[in-house]
């Protein structure tokens, strides 16, 4: 008797101990990456969990990884974004290690392959100048994320400005001066129908218009996201895009992963079998799958699969892609500048502001805080959201109803005026944020030429919305310009009205609850 309840003691320890050991909390590694990664997070997750660590990602655009990297304390482990471009900007400490290209992607004009068709576009080399034709001609309009925001945006902006130079060897300043290649560079520009500050955000659009009847004929984006586009909508019974790579100017996404120390031996080590993983033969073969091109050059491209890499979308995996240079960072950095002030489509904003009695306190100086660094020319300049002299907004504090409302273009002296207007407000009243985007979408159709701007209304709000939903719902169908209605929520705002808002007008909504300024700035991002 004595030995077996010895036995069973041990036997119980062991359990014990084994219970310990599986209940142990793994260790935790943080990559911060580009939306056009996300489709590659399990391959990840499963590495790392076969590692005993939890691998987390977190998604941003390219100039917040910049941003991010620049700060003394990165809490990240790792860092993934769409060039090694960002990483440059952004690694004034030179912290990053080990740097390594995972794989690539060309970013190309994918249009609906009928349209594409009877451009003239299929099965031939198609240049810069034929793609501004097709804008010039009113038959072609685009999808593209903003160039100072998102790394396709910035990659097709750079490619742009290279053919409407000539090609040179690499830009420079002087060339940036030519005002041949500006006039042209910003003609172009002037097809882009919806911007966005993510890739993987903008290829969702493509896909919700589509499902909905949106009219969406275009957008330049990675062909990994093409290809992803393609399959879905091919899903849906859809017309699929056909892929087109400007003979004159192509530029393509390294994918670089990687790692920043923060002293921990074992998460050093997890990276380095991390990267060596992704770069293997079995996963690069793998994310051919996924319709991204392999990093080595030399790994064998004709084993692509058709299925994926599908010619009859004007997939091409034997083309020579020639991409263009990536300058010196001063004069890459002069570009985004040009195209954010000077180059890109106008925007034009309503700015909804809720003034009501909620606010009182913290949320009424955010939101006053915000406000303010949107509308000051230099601080708004370091994030590359700075207006450009033909910007419009029309700012629009509201309660239970809209409380009055100012217009400005981008003009510094207008903007830090309407900033004074807001500082002076106290909150009071009830919310109706309906009524004012109603408002908003209204005005905004008042303004001459309305055509040529990328129009958006955004909601700054805190909480629960009386009124209706439908004044809202029936201003916007009426209005038929196809207004995304952002919102911003903070403080203790429920979004689930906001959510519906955003999923009429193909739009999102940006939590501002942890930090309002940086919400703002992503936003401003999406037009």
């Known amino acids: 008797m004595?030995?077996?309840?010895?036995?069973?003691?041990?036997?119980?320890?062991?359990?014990?101990?084994?219970?310990?050991?599986?209940?142990?909390e793994r260790q935790i590694f943080t990559i911060v990456a580009g939306s056009e990664n996300q489709t590659l997070e399990p391959l990840v997750t499963e590495f790392c969990?076969?590692?005993?660590?939890?691998?987390?990602?977190?998604?941003?655009?390219?100039?917040?990884?910049?941003?991010?990297?620049?700060?003394?304390?990165?809490?990240y482990d790792a860092v993934w974004p769409a060039n090694s471009l960002w990483v440059d900007f952004g690694d004034q400490q030179r912290r990053v290690k080990y740097l390594k290209s995972i794989m690539r992607s060309p970013v190309v004009l994918g249009v609906r392959k009928s349209l594409a068709a009877s451009l003239g576009f299929v099965g031939r080399k198609v240049e810069t100048k034929d793609i501004l034709a097709a804008v010039e001609s009113g038959r072609l309009r685009f999808l593209m994320t903003s160039a100072t925001q998102s790394n396709s945006g910035a990659s097709a902006y750079l490619?742009?400005?290279?053919?409407?130079?000539?090609?040179?060897?690499?830009?420079?300043?002087?060339?940036?001066?030519?005002?041949?290649?500006?006039d042209e560079v910003r003609r172009l520009l002037a097809g882009v129908q919806r911007s966005a500050g993510s890739s993987g955000w903008l290829k969702d659009l493509f896909l919700t218009g589509a499902k909905n009847g949106a009219g969406y004929d275009a957008m330049v984006n990675y062909e990994a996201l093409i290809i992803e586009a393609n399959q879905e909508l091919t899903r849906l019974g859809k017309e699929p895009l056909y892929a087109v790579y400007p003979a004159d100017g192509i530029a393509v996404a390294d994918s670089p992963l990687g790692f920043v120390s923060h002293g921990d031996a074992d998460r050093e080590a997890l990276f380095q079998k991390l990267q060596a993983y992704l770069l293997s033969d079995e996963i690069q073969a793998k994310l051919q799958s996924f319709g991204r091109r392999p990093a080595r050059s030399d790994f064998a491209q004709t084993a692509a699969d058709q299925s994926v890499f599908n010619p009859d979308w004007g997939i091409d995996t034997q083309r020579i892609l020639t991409a263009v240079?990536?300058?010196k960072q001063e004069v890459t950095l002069a570009a985004l500048n040009l195209y954010q002030e000077a180059l890109r489509k106008p925007s034009l904003t309503a700015m909804c502001l809720d003034f009501s009695g909620s606010m009182q306190g913290e949320g009424e100086r955010q939101l006053k805080q915000a406000v303010a660094s949107l509308f000051d020319s230099q601080k708004s300049r370091q994030y590359l959201i700075q207006a450009s002299p033909e910007d419009r907004f029309i700012v629009i504090p509201f309660s239970s109803a809209p409380l009055d409302s100012w217009s400005a273009n981008g003009d510094p002296a207008a903007l830090a005026d309407v900033a004074h207007r807001v500082e002076a407000l106290d909150p009071a009243g009830g919310t109706d944020i309906y009524s004012c985007a109603a408002q908003g979408l209204e005005m905004m159709a008042a303004v001459p030429d309305y055509q040529r701007y990328v129009p958006a209304v955004l909601i700054m709000t805190d909480g629960q919305s009386q009124g209706e939903f439908s004044t809202l719902e029936e201003a916007w169908r009426s209005d038929g310009h196809d207004v995304p209605i952002f919102s911003i929520t903070f403080g203790e705002a429920d979004s689930t009205q906001l959510d519906k808002v955003a999923a009429l007008t193909r739009a999102r909504v940006f939590d501002g609850r942890t930090d309002l300024e940086k919400a703002f700035r992503s936003a401003r991002g999406y037009n």
């Open 49 to 75: 969990n076969q590692q005993s660590f939890e691998c987390r990602i977190t998604y941003m655009g390219t100039v917040d990884i910049s941003l991010a990297l620049q700060q003394p304390d990165f809490p």
């Open 2 to 24: 004595r030995q077996f309840l010895q036995a069973a003691l041990a036997a119980s320890l062991l359990l014990i101990g084994a219970l310990a050991g599986c209940s142990k």
């Open 325 to 327: 240079r990536i300058p």
């Open 159 to 182: 490619a742009f400005l290279y053919a409407a130079l000539g090609h040179p060897e690499v830009l420079t300043e002087a060339d940036l001066a030519r005002p041949e290649a500006k």
